[in-house]
């Protein structure tokens, strides 16, 4: 790890607009950039990864009103994350709040806003798939699956992360696929009656408070679907 660190991750990253798929791949690209530079071939990713990384310093703050929050001050990036919270969250927004630090240059430019997505939305959905690029690297999750540990909770314990995260990153790698919300999207599905209501609901213009999802999670859950799909093998 040295000075250069900050300068190499940004050089991966072009100073124009990005397509959202683009920049997901970008995100991609330097988290595994950041884990050959400091050597980490196996989980869990030690915290030092980033706070090592010259002119950046963490912080836990509690209590503390979010999760956590970046600032400049004195020539050094300060990160703080709320202590409080468990200790897989906070590697989780230590990674999230590194990538705010990476993109701080092209912040205006990069994520421009997209008819589904605003400029904040793209901002942090990037980040969070930084987090989850590095913390759970793609070819890491891949060999463990692959030799067995398919279990959330053993999965979440190799990597030091959320079961969430974990879900999150096996349906971003295709390892398991999303539920499908309607049965017409599954020929193989055999409609049952008992089991029926729901789904009418839905088609009557209803949908039940269990199901109901906020659009902009539906839009921004299809994106990293889609970008599944189109990153290559590695
Ligand atoms: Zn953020």
Request: glycine share 6%; with cysteine; hydrophobic share 40%.
């Amino acid at each position: 790890m040295n000075r250069g660190t900050l300068a190499t991750l940004r050089d991966l990253m072009p100073n124009r607009p990005l397509r959202h798929v683009e920049a997901l791949r970008i995100a991609e690209l330097q988290a595994t950039r950041l884990l050959a530079m400091a050597g980490i071939t196996q989980p869990p990713v030690p915290d030092w990864v980033i706070t090592n990384v010259p002119k950046v310093q963490l912080k836990r703050m509690s209590p503390w009103p979010v999760s956590g929050c970046t600032d400049w001050a004195k020539g050094t990036w300060v990160v703080i994350v709320n202590g409080s919270e468990p200790r897989v969250r906070q590697r989780f927004t230590l990674a999230h709040e590194f990538k705010h630090i990476i993109d701080y240059r092209y912040i205006d430019i990069a994520y421009p806003s997209l008819p589904a997505f605003s400029h904040h939305q793209r901002t942090e959905v990037v980040c969070d798939y930084f987090a989850g690029s590095l913390l759970v690297p793609r070819p890491w999750l891949k060999k463990a699956w692959c030799s067995g540990i398919q279990r959330l909770p053993d999965l979440a314990m190799k990597f030091g992360v959320s079961q969430a995260a974990i879900q999150t990153r096996l349906l971003q790698t295709g390892l398991v696929d999303r539920p499908q919300r309607c049965p017409e999207a599954n020929p193989g599905f055999r409609f049952q009656r008992a089991s029926a209501s729901t789904h009418e609901a839905g088609a009557a213009g209803k949908t039940s408070a269990s199901t109901r999802i906020p659009k902009r999670v539906v839009n921004k859950t299809l994106e990293l679907a889609q970008v599944s799909a189109t990153i290559p093998e590695k």
